[in-house]
């Protein structure tokens, strides 16, 4: 168990909704950080955010859209669903940032389906 | 920019073999961090070991064993007396200065035959 808690753990929508993925990091990490897993693109790099702000952003759309609330919490908000955005989304968190070397934690993932 | 590649897209071997999975990377960065996660059949990613540029000693847990070189810039994982139990899909990735990520391979899924 890495301690990183995601919610829920599978969701399955249809074309044009939006959802709203959960994460909880590990008690005391200050990042979170987003990543999407498909088929054809592996993990993929969505957004990182550091004790409540913005800090790097991937190759997140347009249509999504994320947050990390003061008590540290995050979500991922995906809207105007396409087939296209179903994947295995993951949230993860380190005590620091990445590029200070702390190792990243992830979450046993939110398996999206979009019918 | 940074990059990583793991060759291998499978490895099928039958136990208690052993199996090295190979991982290169590329970046300009002096200061970096690479790392392995195995990801197992119920999807989650585990976190198996992390490894900075400065630090070029092997490192063995148990079965485990990372083999870290600048000079090709190489960080391959040795699995030694393989078992059902490691069958997975299995990322190498890469943290450098300047980028505020982990840069992954496209895995490489290794299968345990009894």
């Known amino acids: 168990d890495s301690g990183v808690t995601q919610t829920p753990k599978h969701l399955i929508t249809a074309t044009g909704q939006r959802v709203t993925l959960r994460c909880s990091p590990r008690?005391?990490?200050?990042?979170v950080y987003w990543y999407q897993q498909s088929l054809d693109q592996g993990l993929q790099f969505l957004i990182q955010?550091?004790?409540?702000?913005?800090?790097a952003k991937g190759n997140i759309l347009e249509r999504f859209s994320a947050q990390q609330f003061p008590d540290l919490h995050s979500e991922l908000n995906l809207s105007s669903l396409e087939l296209g955005d179903s994947a295995l989304y993951f949230c993860?968190?380190?005590?620091?940032?990445?590029?200070?070397?702390?190792?990243?934690?992830f979450g046993e993932g939110s398996w999206l389906t979009v019918v | 920019a940074q990059k990583v590649t793991q060759a291998q897209t499978e490895i099928s071997v039958v136990e208690k073999e052993d199996v090295t999975l190979d991982c290169v990377y590329e970046?300009?960065?002096?200061?970096?961090?690479l790392f392995w996660y195995k990801q197992p059949p119920s999807g989650e990613l585990v976190f198996l070991i992390r490894?900075?540029?400065?630090?070029?000693q092997n490192e063995i847990s148990g079965r485990y064993s990372w083999n870290f070189q600048k000079s090709t810039s190489s960080f391959n994982f040795t699995i030694t007396a393989s078992q059902v139990v490691d069958s997975a899909v299995y990322f190498c990735a890469l943290s450098a200065k300047g980028a505020q990520k982990l840069v992954f391979g496209q895995g490489t899924r290794l299968t345990i035959n009894p």
């Open positions: 490894r900075n540029s400065f630090d070029e």
């Open positions: 970046t300009r960065d002096t200061t970096y961090y």
């Open positions: 993860a968190s380190s005590a620091g940032t990445a590029l200070s070397g702390n190792t990243i934690y």
């Open positions: 008690s005391g990490d200050l990042s």
């Open positions: 955010y550091y004790n409540g702000e913005e800090r």
